[in-house]
Protein backbone atom coordinates (compact mmCIF):
# COMPACT_ATOMS: atom_id res chain seq x y z
CA UNK A 1 0.00 0.00 0.00
CA UNK A 2 0.65 3.77 -0.51
CA UNK A 3 2.09 4.94 2.91
CA UNK A 4 3.28 8.64 1.51
CA UNK A 5 2.28 10.61 -1.09
CA UNK A 6 4.29 13.63 -2.29
CA UNK A 7 3.82 16.65 -4.33
CA UNK A 8 6.40 18.35 -6.52
CA UNK A 9 6.70 21.76 -6.26
CA UNK A 10 7.78 25.33 -5.34
CA UNK A 11 7.09 27.36 -1.95
CA UNK A 12 5.78 30.93 -2.64
CA UNK A 13 2.72 32.62 -4.13
CA UNK A 14 5.31 33.67 -7.38
CA UNK A 15 5.23 29.76 -8.34
CA UNK A 16 1.71 28.96 -6.82
CA UNK A 17 -0.18 28.53 -10.46
CA UNK A 18 2.63 27.65 -12.29
CA UNK A 19 2.75 23.98 -14.19
CA UNK A 20 5.72 23.40 -11.93
CA UNK A 21 3.28 23.02 -9.30
CA UNK A 22 1.04 20.32 -10.38
CA UNK A 23 2.44 18.01 -7.78
CA UNK A 24 0.98 20.45 -5.24
CA UNK A 25 -2.47 21.31 -6.93
CA UNK A 26 -3.01 17.13 -6.61
CA UNK A 27 -1.77 17.08 -3.06
CA UNK A 28 -4.10 19.89 -1.91
CA UNK A 29 -6.69 18.23 -3.49
CA UNK A 30 -6.02 14.75 -1.74
CA UNK A 31 -5.27 16.63 1.54
CA UNK A 32 -8.96 17.87 0.66
CA UNK A 33 -10.65 14.27 -0.21
CA UNK A 34 -8.98 12.79 3.18
CA UNK A 35 -10.06 15.85 5.25
CA UNK A 36 -6.70 16.70 6.31
CA UNK A 37 -4.72 19.95 6.67
CA UNK A 38 -1.13 20.36 5.94
CA UNK A 39 1.11 22.19 8.01
CA UNK A 40 4.96 23.38 8.35
CA UNK A 41 7.11 20.21 9.76
CA UNK A 42 10.59 21.54 9.99
CA UNK A 43 11.91 17.66 10.52
CA UNK A 44 10.44 16.95 7.06
CA UNK A 45 11.48 20.16 5.52
CA UNK A 46 8.14 20.66 4.17
CA UNK A 47 4.09 20.99 4.90
CA UNK A 48 2.82 17.28 6.27
CA UNK A 49 -0.33 15.80 7.35
CA UNK A 50 -1.12 12.30 8.68
CA UNK A 51 -4.54 10.83 7.33
CA UNK A 52 -6.09 8.05 8.41
CA UNK A 53 -7.81 6.32 5.82
CA UNK A 54 -9.52 2.83 5.66
CA UNK A 55 -6.08 1.01 4.78
CA UNK A 56 -4.08 2.87 7.35
CA UNK A 57 -2.66 5.50 7.86
CA UNK A 58 -0.40 7.88 5.07
CA UNK A 59 1.41 11.15 5.34
CA UNK A 60 0.79 13.55 2.55
CA UNK A 61 3.59 16.00 1.98
CA UNK A 62 4.77 18.90 -0.35
CA UNK A 63 8.50 19.91 0.33
CA UNK A 64 9.09 23.19 0.84
CA UNK A 65 13.18 23.21 -0.37
CA UNK A 66 12.18 24.20 -3.93
CA UNK A 67 12.36 21.68 -6.59
CA UNK A 68 15.82 20.37 -6.82
CA UNK A 69 16.20 19.42 -3.55
CA UNK A 70 12.60 17.65 -3.17
CA UNK A 71 14.66 14.16 -1.97
CA UNK A 72 15.77 15.98 1.04
CA UNK A 73 12.39 16.58 2.35
CA UNK A 74 10.67 12.76 1.03
CA UNK A 75 14.13 11.16 2.63
CA UNK A 76 13.95 12.59 5.81
CA UNK A 77 10.00 11.79 6.69
CA UNK A 78 10.34 8.28 4.70
CA UNK A 79 13.25 7.50 6.62
CA UNK A 80 11.85 8.37 10.23
CA UNK A 81 8.30 6.15 9.35
CA UNK A 82 10.44 3.61 7.83
CA UNK A 83 8.63 4.03 4.77
CA UNK A 84 10.48 1.97 1.97
CA UNK A 85 10.50 3.56 -1.47
CA UNK A 86 7.67 1.07 -2.98
CA UNK A 87 5.15 2.88 -0.76
CA UNK A 88 5.57 6.23 -2.02
CA UNK A 89 4.07 7.88 -4.53
CA UNK A 90 5.38 11.54 -6.07
CA UNK A 91 3.28 12.90 -7.92
CA UNK A 92 5.05 15.91 -10.74
CA UNK A 93 4.33 17.38 -13.46
CA UNK A 94 5.43 15.50 -16.99
CA UNK A 95 6.49 17.30 -20.36
CA UNK A 96 6.01 13.99 -22.07
CA UNK A 97 2.23 14.43 -21.81
CA UNK A 98 -0.48 16.52 -23.41
CA UNK A 99 -2.06 18.42 -20.45
CA UNK A 100 -4.91 16.90 -18.23
CA UNK A 101 -3.01 13.39 -19.50
CA UNK A 102 -2.20 11.50 -16.68
CA UNK A 103 0.16 8.25 -16.22
CA UNK A 104 1.01 6.14 -13.24
CA UNK A 105 4.36 3.89 -12.99
CA UNK A 106 6.52 2.64 -11.14
CA UNK A 107 10.29 3.54 -11.51
CA UNK A 108 11.86 4.58 -14.43
CA UNK A 109 14.81 7.31 -15.27
CA UNK A 110 14.27 10.52 -13.73
CA UNK A 111 14.11 12.20 -17.41
CA UNK A 112 15.62 15.26 -16.71
CA UNK A 113 13.12 16.21 -14.06
CA UNK A 114 15.19 18.03 -11.30
CA UNK A 115 12.74 17.06 -8.61
CA UNK A 116 13.01 13.20 -9.17
CA UNK A 117 16.79 13.56 -9.86
CA UNK A 118 17.28 14.42 -5.89
CA UNK A 119 14.73 11.97 -4.95
CA UNK A 120 16.82 9.43 -6.28
CA UNK A 121 19.73 10.20 -5.05
CA UNK A 122 18.46 11.01 -1.35
CA UNK A 123 16.13 7.57 -2.01
CA UNK A 124 19.24 5.75 -3.16
CA UNK A 125 16.56 4.01 -5.14
CA UNK A 126 14.44 4.90 -8.22
CA UNK A 127 11.61 2.27 -7.13
CA UNK A 128 9.09 4.34 -5.88
CA UNK A 129 5.76 5.23 -8.10
CA UNK A 130 5.27 8.45 -10.17
CA UNK A 131 1.93 10.26 -10.70
CA UNK A 132 2.78 11.87 -13.87
CA UNK A 133 0.80 14.76 -14.60
CA UNK A 134 0.81 16.35 -18.17
CA UNK A 135 1.31 19.59 -18.95
CA UNK A 136 2.42 19.54 -22.50
CA UNK A 137 5.34 20.92 -23.54
CA UNK A 138 6.55 24.16 -25.35
CA UNK A 139 8.45 21.96 -28.63
CA UNK A 140 11.35 23.71 -28.08
CA UNK A 141 14.11 21.98 -25.25
CA UNK A 142 15.92 25.66 -24.67
CA UNK A 143 11.96 26.51 -23.53
CA UNK A 144 11.93 24.07 -21.21
CA UNK A 145 12.60 26.26 -17.77
CA UNK A 146 10.53 29.19 -18.72
CA UNK A 147 7.76 26.76 -19.70
CA UNK A 148 7.46 24.91 -16.27
CA UNK A 149 7.62 27.86 -14.15
CA UNK A 150 4.43 29.65 -15.79
CA UNK A 151 0.97 29.29 -15.59
CA UNK A 152 -0.40 27.29 -17.90
CA UNK A 153 -3.30 28.85 -20.41
CA UNK A 154 -6.83 28.71 -18.97
CA UNK A 155 -7.94 25.86 -21.13
CA UNK A 156 -4.83 23.90 -20.07
CA UNK A 157 -5.19 24.78 -16.84
CA UNK A 158 -8.89 23.23 -16.68
CA UNK A 159 -7.16 20.43 -18.23
CA UNK A 160 -4.53 19.61 -15.38
CA UNK A 161 -7.20 19.94 -13.27
CA UNK A 162 -9.70 17.94 -14.77
CA UNK A 163 -6.42 15.24 -15.07
CA UNK A 164 -5.98 15.32 -11.24
CA UNK A 165 -10.22 14.95 -10.53
CA UNK A 166 -9.17 11.57 -12.52
CA UNK A 167 -6.26 10.91 -11.01
CA UNK A 168 -8.78 11.20 -6.92
CA UNK A 169 -10.99 8.60 -8.92
CA UNK A 170 -8.17 6.30 -8.02
CA UNK A 171 -6.72 6.89 -4.88
CA UNK A 172 -8.55 4.20 -2.71
CA UNK A 173 -7.29 1.91 -5.09
CA UNK A 174 -3.41 3.51 -4.63
CA UNK A 175 -3.61 3.67 -1.10
CA UNK A 176 -4.93 0.19 -1.08
CA UNK A 177 -1.66 -1.12 -3.04
CA UNK A 178 -3.86 -2.10 -5.45
CA UNK A 179 -1.71 -0.67 -8.46
CA UNK A 180 -2.75 -2.67 -11.19
CA UNK A 181 -6.36 -1.91 -11.37
CA UNK A 182 -5.68 1.99 -10.70
CA UNK A 183 -3.34 2.04 -13.40
CA UNK A 184 -6.07 0.43 -16.01
CA UNK A 185 -8.74 2.60 -14.15
CA UNK A 186 -6.53 6.05 -15.00
CA UNK A 187 -4.87 5.12 -18.05
CA UNK A 188 -8.04 3.09 -19.72
CA UNK A 189 -9.80 5.75 -22.74
CA UNK A 190 -13.05 7.31 -22.57
CA UNK A 191 -15.54 5.15 -24.93
CA UNK A 192 -15.48 6.89 -28.78
CA UNK A 193 -19.02 8.66 -29.34
CA UNK A 194 -21.14 6.72 -31.92
CA UNK A 195 -21.23 8.87 -35.08
CA UNK A 196 -24.85 10.20 -35.20
CA UNK A 197 -27.13 8.59 -37.89
CA UNK A 198 -28.06 10.56 -40.85
CA UNK A 199 -31.55 12.02 -40.63
CA UNK A 200 -33.85 10.15 -42.37
CA UNK A 201 -32.43 6.96 -42.01
CA UNK A 202 -33.60 4.19 -39.73
CA UNK A 203 -31.68 1.63 -37.53
CA UNK A 204 -31.50 -1.68 -38.96
CA UNK A 205 -34.24 -4.34 -38.05
CA UNK A 206 -32.59 -7.00 -35.84
CA UNK A 207 -33.89 -10.41 -36.49
CA UNK A 208 -36.54 -12.12 -34.42
Not at 7 to 18: D, K, S, V
Not at 112 to 133: E, M, P, T
Amino acid sequence: MIKLIVGLGNPGPEYEATRHNAGFWFVDEVARNLKVSLQPERGYFGNAARAATPHGPVWLLEPMTYMNLSGKAVAALARFFKIAPGEILVAHDELDLPPGQVKLKLGGSHAGHNGLRDIHAQLGSADYWRLRLGIGHPGVKAEVVHYVLRKPSPEHRVAIENGITQSLSALDLMLAGEMERAMMKLHAKPPRPKPPRPEGVSPPETPR
